[in-house]
């Protein structure tokens, strides 16, 4: 799909379609062009916790206050991203190389989920991002180690209605040329 449409098609999907299923193949497709994403290093740090089957959709679904679980109602994947701490933006000794510190791992994380959810897209899915979460309930749900931080809870499956497209600023606002 050509680039500028792909990024004008996505959208944050509030209302999903009921029924749709899909494929363990596809969600590695997603994960596959998050890992092309650049990161500090070539360091890779990005980590996907996929709940697929009902048993992992249920857990991830009480993670969730019940505004995002209305938001991602009838999704049949949601996706919890997380990234190792103390690797992007430190240094082999374990000191951080700036100010950034553990914020340069975020910062990656959140370029692999722009690919995540332009692929996802591209292959006819929808997604929402989703930072409003219990980061514990989530930990528990998955195992997740002490050493990883825990960001969003990214719904995957088919929009059930054309969502709004929230509008932007303006380049004025928000570049500086000199
Ligand atoms: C880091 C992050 C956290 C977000 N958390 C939520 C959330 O908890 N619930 C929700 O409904 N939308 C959430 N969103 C979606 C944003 O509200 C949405 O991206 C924004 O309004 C722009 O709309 P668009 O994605 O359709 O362009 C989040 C987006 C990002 C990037």
Redesign the pocket.
């Known amino acids: 799909m050509e680039f500028e449409k792909l990024i004008n098609e ?3 999907v ?1 209302k999903y379609a009921e029924g749709v299923s899909i494929e363990k193949s596809d969600v590695e497709k997603i994960i596959a062009a998050a890992q092309m994403a650049p990161s500090w290093k070539n360091s890779q740090t990005g980590r996907y916790y996929v709940a697929i089957s009902p048993e992992k959709l249920a857990q991830v679904r009480e993670a969730l206050p019940e ?2 679980r209305n ?1 991602s109602h009838n999704a049949p994947v949601l996706v919890v991203t997380a990234f190792e701490k103390g690797n992007a933006g430190f240094m082999p000794d374990g000191s951080q190389v700036n100010e950034l510190g553990d914020m340069w791992g975020a910062y990656d994380l ?1 370029l692999q ?1 722009a690919y995540f959810v332009l692929k996802a897209r591209e292959l006819g899915y929808d997604t ?6 219990d980061e514990k309930a989530l930990k528990a749900a998955f195992d997740i180690p002490e050493n990883q931080q825990v ?2 809870v990214m719904a995957l499956g088919k929009r059930a209605a054309d ?4 509008k932007r600023k303006e380049i004025s606002d928000i570049a500086v040329f000199g």
């Open positions: 996505r959208r944050s509030r505004f995002n938001n959140g989920n929402l991002i989703m930072g409003i979460r960001t969003s969502p709004n497209a929230p």
